[in-house]
């Protein structure tokens, strides 16, 4: 019997998974994260361990991207756009988990 914790344990999955596999873009990642067929997505919530958001950042291209889980609605902030005053364009997210 493990006396670990279960969200521990969920890491240790994502962690022993995210090993395996060959180099992945960023971008493949973040997509990769947020599916939820993906072992990468848990929904564990009753143990207080399930995906609530993706988010990335990716300083080359100075790129922020958040999603709520569940949801195909991506919120996508370009830094420097913004720093120059770029209005962003969604101001929510919404999804139902």
């Not at 971008?27 to 072992?39: A, C, I, T």
Request: charged share 25%; hydrophobic share 40%; proline share 4%.
């Amino acid at each position: 019997m493990s006396t670990k914790p279960q969200a521990t344990e969920n890491s240790l999955q994502r962690l022993a998974y995210l090993e395996n596999q060959q180099s992945v873009e960023i971008s493949e990642w973040f997509d990769e994260f947020r599916n939820p067929v993906s072992p990468l997505f848990f929904r564990d919530y009753e143990n207080l361990f399930g995906t609530l958001h993706t988010v990335m950042m990716n300083p080359k291209e100075c790129l922020f991207k958040t999603v709520i889980a569940g949801s195909d609605e991506v919120m996508m902030i370009y830094f420097k756009d913004w720093v120059n005053g770029t209005a962003v364009k969604k101001r929510e997210l919404m999804a139902e988990l």
